[in-house]
Nanobody, 122 residues
Framework: VQLQASGGGSVQPGGSLTLSCVAS????????VAWFRQAPGKKRDWISCSRQNDEKDYRNYVRGRFAVSRDNAERTVYLRMSGLKPEDTAVYFC?????????????????WGQGTLVTVSS
């Protein structure tokens, strides 16, 4: 049972990246899946989530630039990021929760991916 996050990399400001979070060993449709990020020297923050019913939630500072989606058949949740800014530079993590709704508290998420680094720089 694990999550595998991937898709990070280096991009110039204004660019785009798509992160993937692949679940192994369990059915993704039974979980809400959130994306968190941790910038250098800062705490890890919740930024987006796909609920079990596929409704989406976003932190205000990424709303309109980031889009979360899921493909339960592929056991994958995506985070499409556009209009990237230097302040989006962080390690991005995906995590699952058995709650039907999305919550921001880390302790409510029971399984975490290993993180993937996104660097936005000119």
């Amino acid at each position: 049972v694990q999550l595998q996050a991937s898709g990070g990399g280096s991009v110039q400001p204004g660019g785009s990246l798509t992160l993937s979070c692949v679940a192994s060993g369990f059915a993704l449709e039974n979980y809400s899946v959130a994306w968190f990020r941790q910038a250098p020297g800062k705490k890890r923050d919740w930024i987006s989530c796909s609920r079990q019913n596929d409704e989406k939630d976003y932190r205000n500072y990424v709303r309109g630039r980031f889009a979360v989606s899921r493909d339960n058949a592929e056991r994958t949740v995506y985070l499409r990021m556009s209009g990237l800014k230097p302040e989006d530079t962080a390690v991005y993590f995906c995590a699952t929760s058995t709650l039907e709704l999305c919550v921001v508290e880390e302790e409510m998420y029971n399984l975490w991916g290993q993180g993937t680094l996104v660097t936005v720089s000119s």
